[in-house]
Nanobody, 120 residues
């Protein structure tokens, strides 16, 4: 059984920082991608950052230079360091894992989400 649990969300002012964590447990055979998604009220879930087993990293344009994704393969911990947060970054953040970092359908396992709120 594959499980993912997010933590680290909270409420911050614009310009602040948060570090999200995701603990992956269970069988990881053929799961070569880990990623962060976010969803704001009334909007579709969208990818934020992804990292492959070989270290390849991708970001959505709006977070480049502000967010950093990383992982500890030995402990199966995934992180998202978020700096210079803006109100438009607010939403529910989910971690996910799947067979490849290509499309939404590739992600078969999801966490429960952690809330991020950025406001003055």
């Amino acid at each position: 059984q594959v499980r993912l649990v997010e933590s680290g969300g909270g409420s911050v002012r614009p310009g602040g920082s948060l570090r999200l964590s995701c603990q992956l447990s269970g069988a990881t055979y053929n799961l070569e991608c880990m990623a962060w998604f976010r969803q704001a009220p009334g909007k579709e879930r969208a990818g934020v950052a992804a990292i492959e087993d070989d270290g390849t990293i991708t970001y959505v344009d709006s977070v480049k230079g502000r967010f950093t994704i990383s992982k500890d393969a030995r402990t199966n911990l995934l992180y998202l360091q978020m700096n210079s947060l803006q109100p438009e970054d607010s939403g529910m953040y989910y971690c996910a894992t799947g067979t490849q970092c290509s499309q939404l359908a590739d992600f078969g396992y999801w966490g429960q989400g952690t809330q991020v709120t950025v406001s003055s």
